[in-house]
């Protein structure tokens, strides 16, 4: 069973009494294997915000289906939601969202330490991501004596610790530098071929969108186009740059 699956998804803006109304997703239908690392693509205005929006239950589809790992999401009601998206959706954002009050260590464990887990299991599941990621050196200290790739690196930290059946990352490279950005997209990497984590990430960028196994292309909100990665990722951005100079997204970067 795939840990996504969206049906005939549907989404429009606007009034419902005669005025203008936009339909930003058009009948969208994907699926997302467990493990896989899928990046969305688009040109601005072409729905993959909106369909972010919509698995990551901050916005309610029109109409259509999003089920993730067997789970329908309109069936929840809204306290149900909220624990569904707690235990079962990482997500890690463009600027962070870091508490400024908190050190990274305790950004890290937060959602551990909301859901009631034991002190013993919290220090067991942080330590091995923190290593892979990078950060246990900086775990004592706060987001505002970090690196904004070090903070985002916490930020990934805080979004897996829980082991979400899906990690949803918007722009995650957004902010930061070439070098920080590499150094993000390789622990996406990582936790991917190492911990089989699935990663859905929403990205303008070619160099962004090589490191994913699979990229889905947007137009219009409608499904364009889907790569598949062999493997070589200078081949992948090659591939990805042809599609992105076909919907007029230039998407190039020099990373």
């Known amino acids: 069973m795939p840990v996504l699956t969206i049906k005939d998804l549907t989404k429009d803006y606007g009034s419902k009494f005669g005025g203008n109304v936009c339909h930003a997703l058009k009948g969208v239908d994907m699926d997302v294997e467990k493990g896989e690392f899928v990046g969305v693509m688009g040109a601005s205005g072409s729905g993959k915000t909106t369909l972010l929006n919509c698995i990551s239950t901050i916005d309610t589809p029109t109409s259509g289906t999003v089920v993730i790992d067997g789970q329908e999401l309109k069936d929840l009601k809204a306290e149900r939601l909220t624990v569904f998206r707690r235990d079962k959706l990482g997500f890690v954002f463009q600027d962070f969202n870091l508490l400024d009050t908190m050190t990274l260590g305790e950004n890290m464990i937060l959602p551990l330490s909301l859901k009631g887990t034991a002190a013993k299991a919290i220090e067991q599941a942080a330590g091995p991501i923190a290593d892979m990621l ?122």
Do not use: W
């Open 134 to 255: 990078g950060i246990s050196e900086l775990m004592g200290k706060y987001p505002y004596e970090v690196s904004m790739g070090q903070r985002q690196r916490g930020a990934i930290a805080r979004a897996v610790i829980g082991e979400p059946a899906l990690l949803l990352a918007d722009e995650p490279t957004g902010a930061l530098d070439s070098k920080s950005g590499r150094d993000v997209l390789t622990c996406f990497q990582t936790l991917n071929t190492v911990n089989r984590t699935t990663i859905l990430m929403v990205t303008h960028d070619a160099f962004t969108a090589s490191f994913c196994s699979r990229v889905i292309f947007l137009k219009d909100g409608k499904l364009f186009n889907e790569l598949r990665s062999n493997g070589d990722r200078k081949t992948m951005y090659d591939k990805i740059i042809n599609v992105l100079s076909v919907l007029g997204g230039d998407g190039n970067d020099s990373r």
